[in-house]
């Protein structure tokens, strides 16, 4: 009677005689199914929180007059939470000059009275003048 042995398993008889450990079984896969994660949470500390955006539908417009352009411009934008983003202006000599470098300019004028309610679709423009000029 003959036996036949493939020759893989010569291989691993003879592995095995000289003590070396058997050849490895495959790997075995698996499929898992896993959940999607629950969206995060994030809690700022209050040093460090997002600013809060104001969602009032008016305000209160301020006197600006005597104030720099620059600042009165940001003022605008402050008080509305960027509600209302730009605000105009023009050379208050007449002289129709551009009000490019608006840190070099001061309020005169301002067409809505301080004290009058303002909104988004109110178009704020301000009359100024070079800082080294009188209004």
Avoid at 21 to 29: D, G, I, K
Wanted: glycine share 6%; charged share 15%; proline share 11%.
């Amino acid at each position: 009677m003959r036996l036949a042995m493939s020759a893989a398993a010569v291989a691993a008889a003879a592995l095995t005689a000289c003590g070396a450990p058997p050849p490895a079984e495959p790997p075995v896969t698996e499929t898992v199914t896993v959940p999607p994660r629950a969206p995060e949470t994030i809690t700022y500390p209050p040093s460090v929180a997002p600013p809060v955006t104001q969602t009032a539908a008016s305000w209160t417009m301020p006197n600006l007059v005597g104030t720099g352009l620059q600042e009165a411009q940001d003022a605008i934008q402050e008080l509305t939470g960027f509600g209302i983003a730009v605000t105009t202006s023009h050379d208050a000599t007449g002289a129709n000059r551009m009000q490019v470098a608006d840190r070099n300019w001061k309020v005169c004028t301002q067409n809505v009275p301080p004290g009058a309610t303002i909104t988004r679709d109110t178009r704020i423009d301000f009359g100024a003048v070079k800082l080294e000029e009188s209004c």
